[in-house]
């Protein structure tokens, strides 16, 4: 295969990317530290000029694949890539759980903080596989409730039961009814007096907080979140960890602190009715009516009108613009609302996974997007994102400058698109013919290679396009 690669600094970047996108990366794209402080791990290892991923690292001692196997062994009904299709991934190191899971149809979201191996969540980045930094500690993570159909944690350095078990309560917010945990057992308890300690103590508050505990074999524990609230609605008043209050929006996320209550499940049954993969794609979802906004259009309309026009647009920059041949890895669209332009990619075939970003200043659609089976976040565009520079290979934005102008600087924007986008990545920039205008000379000025294209497709007729090429 043809490479064209060019050295900046200790950098060196690839214009083309190896197909085998989830197994080997370029040892320059990368921190070497980990080679430093894990002589000999088999997590990660270097070839050459490349980084290597066997599989078989510390957490999964017969390698990932295997691993998959046994869980799929004890509770079938976890059904990868059909009944399970979004993941969490806490601690994932280099993310081998989830670039193993994309061959089985499942999309993990690896979180980590930046750790004492210099940003391992960049070798997963690096991979192809979703992932950002995150700090489990003070406030909500910035997804939705009912999110993931499983959330995995294998040695990843969280003491669960510890301040009233105010994370696991995390996690069971952003779980989905009915959802699955899958906790393997950590060395780091190995220096308590009673190794059992730590298990019982997990069995002890799960059971408080109605899951049901499917399996345990080995180091590997599996449970279940309910489907309803009568678990709930059933326990003695004086059960601890208490039911959160009535008017606690389980998905306002953004500036929200941890709290140690349940958060109820709702009644209408919204989340917890999802169809399975692929059908969920392009199902209206219930939780599509309860999203807050200004319009009083019909949201299914919506739904529907956005999926369609995404799909002409996307034909249109696959035939014009070859996005097939861009062998892209890392995509995200800055405002998503529904996940149409996610959902286009998938139905053309382009082989990529999307970061769906929902703007603050917006509605709050994520939880929709997690329902139709795709990844997304909630952020605040007047901020810096939460990844490494060099990030993604494509980056997509449709009215979200006339949008944040009033809130932002523009200029702050594009800087920020300038820092995680891949040197030789492309920006897609849909919006009116005034910030255009504005934003070819921001290009300019940040060494962009720009194209300016009128818009003629419905709606947005009087709108143009803006594609800038950051040099390599």
Request: hydrophobic share 40%.
């Amino acid at each position: 295969m043809l490479f064209l690669l060019l050295r900046h600094g200790n950098f060196c970047y690839c214009l083309l990317h190896i197909l085998e996108l989830s197994l080997d990366i370029w040892l320059s794209n990368v921190p070497h530290t980990p080679f430093k402080e894990k002589a000999g791990n088999k997590w990660v290892k270097k070839k050459g000029d490349k980084c290597i991923f066997p599989g078989d690292g510390t957490q999964y001692v017969l390698g990932a694949n295997q691993y998959l196997d046994q869980i799929s062994k004890m509770v079938p009904e976890i059904a990868f890539g059909q009944r399970t299709r979004i993941a969490m991934d806490i601690g994932g190191g280099v993310a081998s759980f989830g670039a193993y899971l994309m061959d089985r149809n499942v999309s993990t979201l690896s979180i980590a903080t930046k750790d004492m191996h210099n940003n391992q969540i960049q070798f997963a980045l690096e991979r192809g596989v979703p992932a950002m930094l995150t700090a489990f500690a003070k406030h909500r993570l910035l997804y939705p409730s009912q999110a993931f159909d499983l959330i995995h944690c294998s040695r990843c350095s969280i003491y669960w039961t510890r301040d009233d078990g105010i994370l696991l309560l995390e996690v069971n917010r952003m779980l989905r009814a009915g959802g699955y945990f899958i906790w393997k057992a950590e060395p780091v308890y190995r220096h308590e007096e009673n190794l059992f300690a730590p298990l019982k103590e997990m069995e002890d508050l799960t059971r408080r907080l109605c899951w049901e505990l499917l399996k345990n074999e080995g180091d590997i524990s599996i449970w279940r979140k309910p489907l309803n609230n009568s678990c709930y609605l059933s326990r003695p008043p004086a059960v601890q960890p208490s039911l959160c209050g009535v008017g606690d929006d389980p998905d306002n996320v953004w500036n929200v602190n941890l709290k140690t209550c349940i958060m109820q499940l709702p009644e209408n049954g919204y989340g917890s009715n999802v169809t399975t993969w692929p059908a969920r794609l392009h199902s209206p979802p219930d939780r599509l009516f309860s999203i807050k906004m200004d319009a009083e259009l019909s949201r299914r309309e919506i739904y529907k009108a956005e999926s369609k026009f995404w799909h002409e647009i996307i034909s249109g920059y696959v035939g014009a613009f070859h996005w097939k041949e861009l062998n892209l890895r890392n995509v995200m669209d800055m405002r998503a609302l529904y996940g149409g332009f996610a959902a286009a990619l998938h139905d053309l075939n382009i082989d990529c996974w999307v970061m769906n970003v929902v703007p603050v200043s917006g509605s709050n659609t994520l939880p929709v997007l997690y329902d139709r089976g795709l990844i997304g976040v909630m952020h605040d565009w007047c901020e810096p994102f939460d990844t490494y520079p060099r990030t993604y290979d494509l980056l997509h934005a449709a009215a979200l400058f006339s949008v944040e102008r009033n809130r932002c600087n523009v200029t702050t924007i594009m800087l920020e698109m300038d820092r995680i986008l891949r040197p030789g990545g492309r920006v897609y920039i849909r919006d009116t013919t005034p910030v255009i205008e504005e934003l070819e000379e921001i290009a300019h000025a940040l060494g962009w290679v720009p194209f300016k294209f009128d818009g003629s497709e419905g709606p947005h007729s009087n709108w143009k396009l803006l594609i800038g090429e950051k040099r390599l």
